[in-house]
């Protein structure tokens, strides 16, 4: 299973495209589609969309994940917001589409569901041994993390425990030998 | 010039392709695309989407416009808004773009910047002497003469005056012999 993970906005879209093998999460690709504010806002749609339609042809993704939106800051971001996620619902819509509270992706990313964006960028590099500089592409990896934790790949052969599962993360992290 | 006027809508997207000659408006075509709140989201959009996209290749619109939307009553539904209005936008990304604040759009097609959905909706049936029966596909036909007043269209040989324009509607009206 190949999940893209999108994190929308009218600026910048993080995305990133996450295979996995039984406990590991393997970063195949990822980015950032960056709009200009100065074009008009339908160029900046189109290049949103367009740009997500070539992730999808380039490495052919099984499923999508985006968060899930329910409250947000003003109501005019929010029209901002969804025009781009529109769009990016859009360019997915010819493959399963799943979506997540952001809680739920920082639970399962980091153990917390209160975590920061640091941390979830910290344990984004831990999940996948990268180290991703732009918080929308690590936003876009835990994201596509979730939905494999979630509903996407089966669990590896031995059933794994929560518990089991931070230790392992915490090993790998070096944080316990 | 033929404009298309849009007023976008998660389950109601109105749509009107409108010509002028003069000062007379004429709704070569208009309509609604409903999708099914029980569909999931993408399958919505997509819907909306491939409809605006049917609607360009059948009528050959020159110029889009749009209502702009600067408040809205809650971030929630500003983002249900916001997708429905992102794929609108790049659906017509290939035709230059107008947008319009509603008080522009009421005050252009019924003289009252607070004139309510009915009075749209008659005044409307006056300018393109047709009627419409659903609202959105009444606001688009006016975000369609908006633009065709405002930026699109020449205007008639003589120039006409604001009041001009309210007498010669209201003689077509037969409000005034």
Redesign the interface.
Known sequence: MRVLGIDPGSRRTGWAIVDRQGSRFTVVASGVIQTDPGD????R??EI?DGLRGVIAEHAPTAAALEE???????????????????A??A??SLP?HTYNANTIKKTVTGSGTADKAQVGRMVAVHCGVEVRVADEADAIAIAITHHNHGGSPAPARRTSRRDMWTEIARRAGAIP
């Open positions: 008009p806002m339908p160029t749609l189109r969309h939106i329910f409250a947000h800051k003003s109501a005019a971001s929010a029209l901002v917001l969804g025009q781009a996620r529109g769009v619902m859009l997915v819509s589409l």
